[in-house]
């Protein structure tokens, strides 16, 4: 398959406003850790004297003691910038319904995404009101920005919601593979948090492209949910389940139901494990208008490439085999075009980094410096050209 390399440098958001420092406690306080039995394996047990007072808790220790620490701190991170938001409305009956979802703060200035478009839902003030809850339980009333029908979500504004923006990072180029976690309400149940992995990249539901395949749940009220990576940068919005895009759309599995079958439709509503999220770089292409500072430039690379499986026979030796990203095509004046390149050429590096797919390609590409250098194979020969980008 030939995947165009345009690819986009995402750009990060500004930090929150940091927090006055905060005044010394007095009076001081002395701890003290002491080995002592406790019903955990490998615990300890802490002593904390505080003016005369004792305290007692357990600080865990052991193999899983790092893990659990990293993922308590990314939780008390990420939960600020996750809101539960409640939409109420009438239908064509005057029947009251109420809708709950998730969603993530994009900005300092109180803009979230939900996933749910107003296409054929009534509008107007004496039929609907948004409330969004910030992840202290208090409750704000929102308004309708924009929406987009092709991926089902829309954008929504709460001033109140102010400094919240979390850090970002790149959704696009997650690796398969890549820890994921979620942060999401589902069923009510506010601020549940996953551990996932993606399992799959450039997935398609229904007219929703570039979605990332996860192994993270997204039940009703998960839709919405912030996906963040190990690092603690929200990369996604927790979309939808195979499951779920099954039960509401049967019709965007058609081609699914062409080639293993129309129970395949039924079998694909059992479906465990396997969910879907948009990343964050596509949200802000998605809204250019309220985006604008966000805007995200393209680094071109020009270039087409294809994931080869190269046979390594060697005299004496059992063959083996490698991966390898080979050129297939060039855009004319490119900066691929520029740099020498040819068809044929297998690229082993781009500024410094491995290239052994055309997932680690872009990652290089988008990371390299805009002056760097890029290691074809030509002919059983290494080459090394010189590479320039417009940006």
């Not at 109420?88 to 994009?106: C, H, K, W, Y």
Request: charged share 15%.
């Amino acid at each position: 398959m030939l995947w165009p390399l345009l690819l986009p440098i995402f750009l990060q958001q500004p930090d929150p406003p940091s927090l006055p420092a905060a005044k010394p406690v007095s009076p001081q306080v002395e701890i003290e850790v002491v080995e002592a039995p406790s019903p955990l394996v490998g615990a300890k047990h802490t002593i904390l004297r505080v003016s005369g007072s004792t305290l007692s808790t357990l600080i865990p220790s052991g193999g899983l003691a790092g893990l659990e620490l990293e993922m308590s701190s990314l939780y008390r991170r990420l939960r600020s910038s996750s809101v539960e938001v409640t939409i109420q409305f009438v239908n064509d009956a005057e029947e009251p319904r109420l809708l709950i979802t998730s969603g993530v703060i994009l900005d300092n200035f109180g803009l979230f995404v939900v996933p749910v478009v107003w296409q054929g839902l009534p509008r107007g003030s004496e039929k609907e009101k948004i409330t969004v809850y910030r992840t202290d339980g208090q409750m704000f009333q929102a308004e309708l920005v924009a929406w987009n029908v092709d991926y089902g979500i829309s954008l929504l504004r709460a001033k109140e919601l102010r400094g919240l923006a979390p850090e970002f990072g790149h959704g696009l180029w997650m690796e398969e593979g890549s820890v994921t976690i979620g942060l999401g309400h589902p069923f009510g149940l506010p601020n549940s948090m996953s551990l996932g992995f993606v399992t799959g990249r450039q997935r398609g539901i229904g007219s929703a492209g570039g979605l990332l395949q996860i192994t993270n749940p997204v039940n009703i009220g998960d839709r919405g949910g912030l996906l963040a990576n190990r690092h603690g940068q929200v990369v996604a919005m927790m979309l939808i389940s195979l499951a779920d895009a099954a039960r509401e759309a049967e019709e965007n599995l058609k081609l699914y139901v062409a080639e293993f079958g129309n129970d395949s439709v039924e079998g694909a509503k059992q479906a465990q494990g396997i969910s879907f999220a948009l990343p964050v770089e596509k949200i802000f292409s998605i809204f250019p208008e309220q985006f604008k500072r966000n805007a995200i430039p393209s680094r071109v690379f020009g270039v087409l490439v294809e994931n080869q499986i190269l046979v390594i026979e060697n005299p004496g030796q059992e063959p083996c085999h490698t991966w390898a990203v080979v050129v297939k095509g060039l855009m004319p004046q490119s900066p691929a075009e520029v740099s020498g390149l040819m068809p044929g050429d297998v690229v082993l590096s781009l500024g410094g980094l491995a290239t052994p797919s055309s997932h680690q390609l872009g990652v290089a590409i988008i990371s390299a410096p805009q002056s760097t250098t890029i290691v074809v194979q030509r002919g059983g020969k290494e080459l090394e050209l010189p590479l320039e980008f417009d940006l």
